[in-house]
């Protein structure tokens, strides 16, 4: 799976471990800003976030506006937080499933890019729930991060006509 995030984005999947493995678990500012120049410096232009968990700070996140996304397996904004997929199941719904949404600096508060139902089966458990909403994170965040891309490049496509 990381590897077709990183043909989506145009970089060879060693280049994004290697970005990746330098973002680290530290959680102070001055760690965010740092790590938000890198991104800069290579050119990043869209940040998606899976199992990542920690809060950015606000000062990462304002250095990239809608421009960082999240995967969260409900449907946001039911079931916020860890382990949405018990808490879903603990509640008894008969339907849940997944969200990619902009990161802002509220937990999985963000605008909401996709969203895809799951349906609670009799004789599910909050583990084989769990697994299948997973395969569909999976499918959705490609479609997602594919659907962003192409609004991007239109937004930008208008500005270079505009500019003309």
Same mark, same amino acid.
Not at 10 to 25: D, F, K, P, S, Y
Not at 117 to 124: A, F, L, M, R, S
């Given at each position: 799976?990381?590897? $077709?995030?990183? &043909?989506?984005?145009?970089? +060879?999947?060693?280049?994004?471990?290697?970005?990746?493995?330098?973002?680290? !678990?530290? /959680?102070?500012?001055?760690?965010?800003?740092?790590?938000?120049?890198?991104?800069?410096?290579? *050119?990043?232009?869209?940040?998606?976030?899976?199992?990542?968990? &920690?809060?950015?700070?606000? +000062?990462?996140?304002?250095?990239?506006?809608? !421009?960082?996304?999240?995967?969260?397996?409900?449907?946001?904004?039911?079931?916020? *937080?860890?382990?949405?997929?018990?808490?879903?199941?603990? /509640?008894?719904?008969?339907?849940?499933?997944?969200?990619?949404?902009?990161?802002?600096?509220?937990?999985?508060?963000? !605008?909401?890019?996709?969203? +895809?139902?799951?349906?609670?089966?009799?004789?599910?458990?909050?583990?084989?729930?769990?697994? $299948?909403?997973?395969?569909?994170? /999976?499918?959705?965040?490609?479609?997602?991060?594919? &659907?962003?891309? &192409?609004?991007?490049?239109?937004?930008?496509?208008?500005? +270079?006509?505009?500019?003309?």
């Amino acid at each position: 799976m990381p590897d $077709r995030f990183a &043909r989506l984005l145009g970089v +060879r999947l060693e280049q994004l471990a290697g970005l990746l493995g330098q973002l680290g !678990r530290h /959680h102070d500012v001055d760690h965010d800003v740092e790590i938000a120049a890198k991104l800069k410096e290579k *050119g990043v232009e869209l940040i998606c976030l899976a199992g990542y968990m &920690r809060l950015l700070s606000p +000062r990462f996140i304002q250095e990239f506006p809608d !421009r960082i996304v999240n995967i969260h397996p409900s449907l946001l904004p039911a079931f916020p *937080g860890l382990d949405a997929q018990k808490q879903a199941f603990d /509640h008894g719904v008969k339907i849940t499933g997944c969200t990619v949404h902009f990161v802002n600096e509220d937990l999985d508060a963000g !605008r909401i890019v996709l969203q +895809r139902p799951v349906e609670v089966k009799d004789g599910d458990t909050a583990e084989t729930l769990a697994e $299948r909403i997973l395969e569909e994170e /999976h499918k959705l965040y490609v479609e997602a991060v594919k &659907r962003l891309v &192409r609004e991007f490049q239109q937004q930008a496509a208008s500005v +270079r006509e505009a500019e003309a």
